[in-house]
């Protein structure tokens, strides 16, 4: 999570201290600015700072993924790059939302949701990780979606907060047939 004063300013130290006592523990590593990371409640700056100072005190054997996903495909690649230079090892990356109207229609292919991820991993400088979180976002990423994304090489997973069992085992399937780099 993102720590906060009272005032509502980014409490950066006690985030420093808190990434350092959880890089203390058998975790292999750490999500900054996932859905508990508070990143749609920070500007891009404030975002930056919280991936700049969490990456910083952490330990360098962590694995450390940024979450990256905004309403924007250019936004989107804009944090993605910014996470790579600060040395991070991959990019968590939700599904915009805003328009999800359009992304519910059921009268065919949901190419918009195929067409933005395959061009945040086409140019992202990290790997990718698809994140569907449908409680927050009211919109669930296709599994046949995630199946066709799975091929792509620089996309190496999701992660799905559905909460669906069948869903879940589903997207296991679709993964369980694709060889991923190590």
């Known amino acids: 999570t993102t720590p906060f004063y009272p005032d509502g300013r980014l409490y950066l130290r006690k985030l420093e201290h808190n990434v350092a006592l959880y890089s203390r523990t058998q975790l292999a590593g750490m999500v900054v600015l996932g859905s508990t990371g508070e990143a749609v409640m920070l500007a891009p700056e404030e975002q930056r700072e919280v991936l700049s100072t969490a990456i910083a005190a952490a330990s360098p054997e962590k694995v450390m993924i940024a979450g990256v996903g905004q309403e924007s495909l250019r936004q989107t690649l804009l944090m993605a790059e910014s996470a790579a230079a600060l040395g991070y090892d991959a990019v968590l990356v939700r ?6 109207k359009q992304l519910l229609r059921t009268n065919g292919p949901q190419l918009e ?37 799975a091929q792509h090489p620089n996309i190496l997973g999701i992660k799905d907060s559905s909460g669906a069992p069948e869903r879940i085992a589903a997207i296991a399937q679709v993964y369980n047939h694709v060889i991923l780099p190590l």
């Open 95 to 100: 599904t915009p939302h805003f328009y999800r």
């Open 113 to 149: 949701m195929l067409t933005y991820y395959r061009m945040v991993a086409d140019e992202s400088p990290l790997p990718v990780l698809l994140y569907s979180v449908p409680p927050f976002t009211q919109y669930d990423l296709p599994v046949e979606i995630v199946a066709e994304l």
